[in-house]
């Protein structure tokens, strides 16, 4: 018996994660109304986007063997990872903490600056700026144009 690679285990995993989130999507209710942009739209698109990704690994992990240079010899992590990674985890629990207090705006904001941290940046301000601006547009888009309203702040408590 030949043992899978451990990139192809993983893009295996990643495409049945696509599968299992198609069929949730697809039993998610119709809305009673007759709406232009339903439940289905916006999860189905990431579903389909995602499986795609997941599909064009396998190929490519078939087609070259190249698809994690985990192994080469020559590749390293760069330094200070860990240290990248806990500035990851403290952006995405700002987020998560942060969203039921405060809506999208201020959490996203505070979740932009983790991440950039996690990526090396050294210009916090303006990355919150970023962030906040970035969320605000968002915010917009949701609460004018779908007419959904995100966060406390906006609806109260």
Do not use: C
């Not at 697809?26 to 009673?32: E, H, R």
């Not at 190249?66 to 629990?93: C, F, H, S």
């Not at 991440?115 to 915010?139: H, M, N, P, Q, Y």
């Amino acid at each position: 018996m030949t043992r899978l690679k451990p990139t192809r285990v993983a893009g295996l995993i990643l495409l049945a994660l696509g599968l299992l989130a198609g069929w949730q999507v697809s039993i998610i209710p119709a809305p009673p109304a007759y709406a232009e942009v339903g439940p289905h739209l916006v999860p189905g698109v990431t579903v389909a986007l995602l499986s795609l990704l997941a599909i064009a690994y396998l190929l490519t992990d078939w087609q070259t063997g190249q698809v994690d240079m985990i192994d080469d010899p020559e590749e390293t992590p760069n330094p200070g990872a860990n240290k990248r990674l806990q500035w990851y985890g403290i952006g995405l629990a700002a987020l998560m903490v942060l969203i039921p207090i405060t809506g999208l705006g201020a959490a996203g904001a505070f979740a932009f600056v983790g991440i950039a941290k996690a990526f090396d940046s050294k210009r916090t301000t303006i990355d919150f700026l970023i962030g906040a601006i970035f969320t605000t547009v968002v915010w917009m888009i949701f609460a004018l144009g779908l007419g959904v309203q995100l966060g406390p702040l906006v609806k109260g408590f």
